[in-house]
């Protein structure tokens, strides 16, 4: 029995038209009949696959009216629309897979570049181009060339000037933007278009005359085209490297900011990360090849900054939302700001405009994602490393319509109406909950009373009043649990006071035993050894073999490597030799002689001491009183310091002698002298003896 044809999908204004009910019913029956279609055996299902099958039709008309229409999209987010939409891809994969010979129909590039709007991102039908390319490269190569020329002859016309340029300009973008997704998800596709020149050069010829808009498409077409050529299964370098020599050598750089640029190769440079995927795909003398090339184009200006991949988070339900309102007379409604701000629909129009296939749902979370970042969130949609959780999310999905939208903007009192007692404070004390507060229970008279208990009692008499004073026998022990010396710890030389590292691993005698103990020992009798034979540290055999050594190595119990060892150490280390010398001095404290430290004069020998002969040849200080008048000089004999006195003590053998030297010199260093010296004086003046 065959199977049942399958009616053509309707265009948009058919199914506006359609009612609700009506519409789901013919949702069903499409899953239906796709479902019997992928249930049936292969041969069964090969004679349905023809060039006329209502099949191939089905397919070409569901992908391209969903592409077109966005009010199609909306309907893909009911139960039944998602169903149908997962089996139409399935549907797809099985004819694209399993028939021999594909149908005209879906060999167009108009079906390929539907087929990437509606599921581009999918990874099944990565994998199902790459293995329809291997098999049919031959069957889809004639009808991407007739795409590449209608490009061709597009941008050609909106590069020139004219009244039509607008309408031109258009319908570039349209074109490009209905192929892009395609040129993502299918490399070989995209390297078909990169073969020759013509097609860059159309793309920078037309980039310095576009508007703002046609430029942005223009630079992610380009972006998508030259990097495909190095993901293809072998990749194609030599052309990719000819392809960046002819960025090279395009005539117009002279702009270098992201914004204002005017040559396609500085947009690609500035606001894509172009030169980060050219420096991580080439490697070796494919790199150094195209070292001027990349030289040329990171001078046309900076790379746009690397953007720190944003961790993952998990969507943990902690109970936490808006409250519900429960009713329809609510003060402030807040369910009125669940709605999408305008600022945010115009960012989600941004992202549409680029990616015509991404729901306004999931273009949403995507800017939650990033921040309100719409350049971040298309590179991150061109280099295909969003995260896991919206990698995964239906890409068709859009906005909910707000179901009861009442407005919250009608008249009301300003401020809103309060209770009479909800600010006004409530009082508390001690006594609400005596008896009299409370009145649990009946009071007696008694306990009545107006004013004060007691009026007749004064301060003095409550101090005076001992009897709910503690007894001397609790004040005493309180005073002996005191300690007055006991003061609160000195915190002084804490590690935070002082600024630096306290050493808390020094153990006393309490702590046990020094594990360095042994060390000292060592170190002692080894700095002791040496300073007593530093030969018994030489390293040569005989030494080795000496008494010195062998006493050295019982004592220690050290090996000769290592008592040697230590010697060299000590040798190349003066500050442990210092720190050793101080550490093991020998020096008790006792001291048997006292050396002189007062000043002495010059010696017959040469010494300065204190109390030299007088009649020495150059006579030190003498221990009578002091030397004044000719005894001062300085020199021979008889001017150095320390002489006798002419006025001392007529018995001693000093004043004796400076009196006997005052008469030998008086004639000599008298007044002759000065007299002498005055007439030498005025004869060389000039004038004669007075």
């Known amino acids: 029995m065959p199977l049942p044809p399958l009616a053509p999908y309707p265009p948009s204004s058919l199914q506006k038209d359609r009612p609700p009910n009506e519409w789901d019913a013919c949702l069903d029956a499409w899953a239906s009949l796709i479902g019997f279609y992928l249930q049936s055996p292969r041969t069964e299902f090969l004679d349905c696959c023809t060039e006329k099958s209502s099949v191939s ?16 999209v909306s309907r893909i987010q009911s139960p039944l629309g998602q169903r149908l939409h997962r089996l139409v891809f399935l549907l797809t994969h099985r004819v694209l897979s399993e028939c021999p010979a594909i149908p005209d129909l879906l060999r167009q590039w108009v079906f390929l570049a539907d087929l990437g709007v509606l599921y581009g991102r999918s ?43 607008a309408n031109n300009t258009k319908d570039v973008i349209h074109t490009l933007r209905h192929l892009l997704p395609l040129l993502r998800t299918s490399p070989d596709i995209s390297a078909i278009f990169m073969i020759g020149s013509d097609f860059l050069d159309a793309l920078n010829s037309a980039y310095s005359k576009a508007s703002r808009e046609l430029q942005d498409v223009l630079n992610r077409v380009a972006y998508v085209c030259l990097l495909s050529l190095t993901k293809t299964e072998k990749p194609n370098i030599s052309l990719f490297i000819d392809h960046l020599f002819s960025l090279k050598t395009t005539p117009d750089h002279s702009n270098k900011g992201p914004k204002d640029s005017s040559s396609l190769a500085a947009s690609l440079v500035c606001t894509t990360p172009f030169l980060t995927k050219i420096r991580s795909r080439l490697q070796g003398s494919d790199a150094a090849r195209a070292e001027l090339a990349i030289s040329f184009l990171e001078s046309l200006g900076n790379p746009p900054p690397l953007r720190r991949k944003k961790p993952s988070s998990r969507n943990l339900d902690k109970g936490k939302g808006p409250a519900e309102t429960t009713t329809t007379d609510d003060e402030y409604p807040h369910g009125a700001f669940d709605d999408v701000h305008i600022h945010r629909m115009s960012l989600i129009t941004q992202v549409q405009d680029i990616f015509p296939e991404l729901g306004s749902g999931f273009v949403v979370k995507l800017l939650d994602e990033y921040n309100d970042d719409v350049e971040q969130v298309t590179a991150h949609l061109l280099e295909e490393s969003l995260p896991a959780h919206l990698r995964d999310a239906d890409r068709t999905e859009i906005l909910p319509t707000p179901q009861n939208q009442t407005s919250h903007l009608f008249p009301r009192p300003t401020p809103p109406p309060s209770p009479p ?15 009299l507060a409370t009145l649990s229970t009946a009071l ?21 009043d001992r009897t709910t004073a503690p007894s001397k026998a609790a004040i005493l022990s309180a005073l002996a649990v005191f300690n007055a010396d006991d003061d609160e710890r000195d915190d002084t030389y804490d590690v935070a006071d002082v600024g630096g590292t306290v050493d808390t691993t020094t153990t006393g005698p309490a702590d046990g035993p020094d594990p360095n103990l042994g060390a000292d020992k060592n170190e002692e009798a080894l700095f002791s050894a040496w300073k007593m034979s530093p030969e018994a540290f030489h390293r040569d055999s005989a030494t080795r073999r000496g008494k010195a050594r062998s006493a050295l190595r019982g004592e220690t ?51 300065d001491t204190e109390g030299s002969d007088i009649d020495g040849s150059s006579g030190g200080r003498s221990s009578g009183s002091r030397a004044r008048g000719p005894g001062r000089g300085r020199g021979g004999r008889g001017r150095g310091r320390g002489r006798g006195d002419v006025a001392g ?22 007044n002759h002298n000065r007299r002498e010296g005055r007439a030498k004086k005025v004869a060389r003046a000039g004038f004669g003896p007075g």
């Open 444 to 464: 007696p008279p008694s306990r009545l009373h107006r004013g004060r208990l007691n009026p007749d009692q004064t301060a003095d008499s409550l101090l005076s």
């Open 57 to 72: 039709q089905f397919l070409f008309s569901y992908v391209h009216e969903t592409s077109l229409s966005h009010h199609s």
């Open 421 to 435: 007692t909800a600010h006004l404070p409530i009082r508390r004390n001690i006594h609400d909950s005596t008896d």
């Open 557 to 607: 119990g050290m090996t000769d490597e290592a008592i040697e060892g230590w010697a060299v150490m000590l040798g190349r280390e003066p500050k442990r030799l210092r720190r050793l010398e101080a550490k093991y001095s020998t020096f008790g404290g006792g001291q048997r002689e006292l050396a002189p430290t007062a000043w002495r004069g010059n010696t017959p020998g040469g010494t």
């Open 649 to 670: 003590p007529s018995g001693e053998r000093g004043t004796q002698i400076e009196r006997e030297r005052k008469e030998q010199n008086k004639g000599a260093r008298g």
């Open 123 to 165: 990874q099944a039908l990565q994998s199902l181009l790459a293995s329809l390319w291997k098999r049919h490269a031959t069957e889809l190569e004639p009808g991407l060339q007739e795409a590449k020329k209608t490009l061709l002859r597009l941008l050609e016309s909106a590069s020139k000037a004219g009244p039509s340029s």
